[in-house]
């Protein structure tokens, strides 16, 4: 199995702020790497996939880098509506998929 | 629009079973997998597993194995998630998803609710 450590769990930040998020996987993930935002009471909204690739509708403030394992998402200035739980997501053995354990981003 | 939408919340007791169900639409079924995905109350979200629906072979999470069944039906494009025996740990939010070939999730219902309490 794929162990995934993503940090910092929680991080406090502002409005403009430039805020990265890592995802460090127990192997190297050939860039099967995808990124969410969750909002408490919704579903998970899919924002990054292949590592770095922009899902359509995302706003440019949002991007993703890395190659190997280890791989960061970058919310390059916050805005209110940013303020949500992060999740990262592998599935370089897939069928199989792990989850990163989250990151809550707070004001 | 690629659509799914799940069943309403239960509310079950130890031991009981039980089936959620994911319908979609909008698109063309067996050309995706569907994956569960499980969030216990205020925790992270868990992969369980996922089914082709083309050959509706199901592949498991090591966690879940042996505790879930994952199946759909072709004809209804639907997709179920089904406990024989609920535990009060199976209280949790369940997602049904559809993957794309970038093996991420694009879309997701809106959840289904299950409490398992005595």
């Known amino acids: 199995d794929i162990q995934m450590t993503q940090s910092p769990s929680s991080v406090s930040a502002s409005v403009g702020d430039r805020v990265t998020i890592t995802c460090r996987a127990s192997q190297d993930l050939n860039y099967w790497l995808g990124w969410y935002q969750q909002k408490p009471g919704k579903a998970p909204k899919l924002l990054i996939y292949a590592a770095s690739r922009l899902q359509s509708g995302v706003p440019s403030r949002f991007s993703g880098s890395g190659s190997g394992a280890e791989y960061t998402l970058t919310i390059s200035s916050l805005q209110p509506e940013d303020f949500a739980t992060y999740y990262c997501q592998e599935a370089n053995n897939f069928p199989l998929i792990t989850f990163g354990q989250g990151t809550r981003l707070e004001i | 629009e690629v659509q799914l939408v799940q069943s309403g919340a239960e509310v079950k007791k130890p031991g009981e079973s039980l089936r959620i169900a994911c319908e979609t639409s909008?698109?063309?079924?067996?050309?995706?997998?569907i994956t569960w995905v499980r969030q216990m109350p205020g925790k992270g979200l868990e992969w369980m597993g996922r089914?082709?629906?083309?050959?509706?072979?199901?592949n498991y999470s090591p966690s879940f194995q042996g505790h879930v069944t994952i199946s759909v039906d072709k004809s209804i494009n639907t997709a179920y998630l089904q406990w024989s025996s609920l535990r009060a740990p199976d209280t949790a939010i369940y997602y049904c998803?559809?993957?794309?070939?970038?093996?991420?999730?694009?879309?997701w219902g809106q959840g289904t609710l299950v409490t398992v309490s005595s």
């Open positions: 089914i082709d629906p083309s050959d509706s072979k199901p």
């Open positions: 909008g698109y063309s079924f067996i050309s995706y997998w």
């Open positions: 998803a559809r993957i794309n070939s970038y093996r991420v999730i694009d879309y």
